[in-house]
């Protein structure tokens, strides 16, 4: 299946997305330029671009965290454009994992504490929600652990954790910005056949990286250049056209 095959129904639809920041003082920055594209359920995609491209602002918007300035973004065929931010945050709780670049882990609480935080907000009591932390980390090959603090194991074991909590409430995407960002290239695969894996069992990748061996395991890359998409298709194609 190519990757731009459109039989699918996507799950992300965004058109002619535009995001521009406000500052104090009259001035505003332009950051987001008609940015359109679909991905279908299912599909693993790399976003890449230089620093201070645009990506987070994008993986902020397309992960419910933010909103368009003006433009059109459907979210498993709904608008989520102009909702309130407690709407966003029910979007998110439901349809949605999110993993970032420092981990962002509660330092002082358990590991099965900050997997299970998110369900807090759904009215799970404490043994529940200690049992369906012992569950996720299973999948992330982190059983055992559950009463330890973050403190006490490595970097690439804490982004475990923290995959372990994006996966809590069973979302159909996980968006990820920079996941890989603080470790080293050995734990950076590790993670990235983790990703794979999740992928494999059908849910949908959408992943920020700048690095090349990091977006190979992505099928499908979407360049974002100065705000603009200035590439959209096949990993595998767009190392031939570099080449
Ligand atoms: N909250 C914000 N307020 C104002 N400017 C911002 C904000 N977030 C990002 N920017 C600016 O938007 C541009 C793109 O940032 P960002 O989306 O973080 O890029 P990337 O993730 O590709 O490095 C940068 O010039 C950055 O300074
Ligand atoms: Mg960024």
Redesign the pocket.
């Known amino acids: 299946m190519a990757a731009t095959d459109s039989h699918e129904k996507p799950v992300i639809a965004v058109r002619d997305l535009c995001k521009t920041?406000f500052?104090p003082g009259g001035m505003s920055?332009s950051?987001l330029k008609d940015v359109s594209f679909t991905v279908n359920s299912g599909e693993f995609v790399a976003i890449m671009?230089?620093?201070?491209?645009?990506?987070?602002?994008?993986m902020n918007i397309l992960g419910c965290l933010d909103r368009p300035t003006s433009g059109v973004y459907e979210l498993a065929g709904k608008n989520v454009s102009d909702k309130t931010d407690a709407e966003l945050a029910i979007i998110r709780g439901r349809e949605i994992g999110f993993v970032f670049q420092n981990f962002n882990l509660l330092m002082k609480r358990s590991i099965a504490d900050n997997v299970s935080l998110p369900l807090i907000y759904q009215g799970i009591g404490e043994k529940d929600r200690y049992e369906r932390a012992v569950q996720m980390l299973h999948k992330v090959q982190l059983q055992g652990y559950e009463d330890r603090l973050p403190t006490q194991i490595s970097g690439g074991m804490q982004q475990r954790v923290a995959i372990a909590r994006a996966l809590i409430n069973n979302p159909k995407i996980i968006f990820a910005?920079e996941p890989t960002g603080n470790l080293d290239s050995k734990t950076s695969d590790e993670i990235m056949e983790l990703f794979t894996d999740l992928n494999r069992q059908g849910i949908t990748i959408v992943l920020?990286t700048h690095e090349d061996d990091v977006a190979d395991y992505a099928r499908r890359m979407i360049k974002?250049g100065d705000g603009r998409k200035v590439y959209d298709g096949l990993r595998a194609d767009y190392e031939k056209d570099e080449a």
């Open positions: 920041y500052m920055q950051v671009g230089h620093s201070g491209s645009g990506k987070s602002t994008l910005d920020v974002i």
